[in-house]
């Protein structure tokens, strides 16, 4: 595992620019800071370890201006932004939905798919922009409708002010970056530079992004449940039918047999209960069935 002081994207003090550790000399002159405290930092490009940039001691410079907690994550987090130019492609996650309720004991699931996933171009694409109360690292348009992009890590999860009202037409994704620890590990194996696997993460790779929200999502969960409910009611009708059906034939006077022996039927689906002289053919008289009956005194 990689390790998180070690930093893959480094600040380049004289184009402003983030750079990767692949595309600058080995060493103190690589000319490069930490994109999060600023100390200068040094590029190491052994044969073994993972290349990367690391900080400088602070007895050799004092330019730091921040404690650095997550090095990795915030240059990984702004080499992203800078990677998203105006307009991006963008291979967007499936999202289902699925509730759930207990209806005559049974666990009872709905299920409705949303969205599939779908490869979109996000244009008029804008970094750290206020988005619905909260700042997000990109926000562009998909077809006209406003569409936000929120990276996070171990450290960063989705803002709480950020307050999309229910049907707005908009959406918003989030980005895990949890994963490019070990991406960035294999990219040595496979030659190919830590800039690659992140645009390939931002592209193509659907497992690190999740809906924060779509629009459609809030009416379709309403009317699964609505149908849940409706099943629900159903249920509790027919049961009430049943113990009122029971109710008004339990009193009734029955043919007897000429031995004077009655039998008393029950079907265990319905929680029907009838009385008959004959076993052996008897049919419950609500569902006409007699694959659930059972004797109830013999």
């Excluded at 299920?111 to 599939?116: D, G, H, L, N, Q």
Aim: hydrophobic content about 35%; glycine content about 6%.
């Amino acid at each position: 595992m990689i390790n998180l002081n070690l930093i893959p994207f480094g600040l380049e003090t004289q184009t402003g620019q983030l750079i990767d550790v692949t595309d600058v000399p080995s060493g103190k002159g690589c000319g490069c800071i930490c994109p999060s405290c600023k100390t200068p930092l040094v590029a190491r490009k052994g044969e073994i370890n993972e290349w990367h940039f690391a900080h400088l001691s602070r007895g050799t410079y004092s330019a730091t201006e921040d404690a650095c907690d997550f090095s990795f994550y915030v240059s990984a987090r702004m080499m992203a932004r800078q990677l998203i130019d105006h307009d991006l492609q963008l291979l967007l996650p499936e999202l289902a939905i699925s509730v759930a309720d207990i209806i005559n004991f049974d666990l009872v699931e709905r299920k409705r798919t949303v969205t599939e996933s779908r490869l979109i171009s996000i244009s008029n694409c804008h970094a750290e922009q206020r988005f619905y109360n909260a700042e997000v690292d990109i926000v562009g348009e998909v077809g006209g409708i406003p569409f936000g992009i929120y990276f996070t890590h171990p450290g960063r999860e989705i803002p709480f002010d950020l307050d999309i009202p229910d049907g707005e037409r908009c959406g918003i994704i989030a980005i895990s970056l949890s994963s490019l620890p070990m991406k960035f590990v294999m990219a040595k194996q496979k030659k190919i530079s830590y800039r690659e696997v992140l645009q390939n993460l931002l592209a193509e790779d659907t497992q690190s992004k999740s809906w924060v929200y779509h629009p459609r999502y809030k009416p379709i969960e309403e009317a699964l449940k609505r149908e849940l409910m409706q099943l629900q009611s159903a249920a509790k009708q027919e049961k009430t039918e049943s113990v009122a059906w029971t109710a008004r034939n339990k009193h009734q006077n029955k043919p007897r047999s000429d031995t004077g022996f009655l039998i008393r039927f029950e079907c265990t689906r319905c929680a029907v209960q009838w009385d008959s002289q004959d076993s052996s053919d008897i049919s419950c008289p609500k569902c006409h069935s007699s694959q659930h009956r059972k004797a109830l005194n013999i």
